[in-house]
């Protein structure tokens, strides 16, 4: 099955998509507010693979996770903060609806 993982080590680090490509995480703020070197290209390939599951890899921790699947991301203005900076917005989707999180491994 494909999946996307998105490797935790000191915050949100990379994402491996599942045709072999890494891309790397420059800054995450909320878990879901991310900038990376390429953000055109980059959100272009991550919506490539949208209603995927998404396996979170904590390897400060060594915990798998899963519970959550690829909603469709955006570039947009990251304004939670007044920062005002352009980011990719990483939409993940709940997959049993009220955000329970099993871990796998």
């Known amino acids: 099955m494909n999946k996307i993982i998105c490797i935790l080590e000191k915050g ?3 994402i491996a998509l599942p045709n072999g ?3 790397n995480i ?3 703020d909320d878990g879901c507010y991310i ?3 390429n953000m055109e290209k980059d959100i272009e390939a991550i919506n490539k693979y949208v209603g995927l599951p998404v ?3 904590a390897l400060d921790n060594n915990c798998i996770s899963k ?4 909603g469709e991301c955006k570039i947009t203005n990251h304004c ?3 920062y005002g900076y ?13 955000n329970t999180v099993i871990e796998v491994g």
């Open 12 to 14: 949100f680090s990379k």
């Open 21 to 23: 490509d890494v891309i």
């Open 26 to 28: 420059t800054s995450c």
């Open 35 to 37: 900038t990376t070197d």
């Open 55 to 57: 396996y979170e890899i």
């Open 67 to 70: 519970g959550y699947k690829l």
């Open 80 to 82: 939670k903060y007044d």
């Open 86 to 98: 352009k980011c990719i917005f990483w939409n993940t989707e709940s997959i049993t609806g009220d």
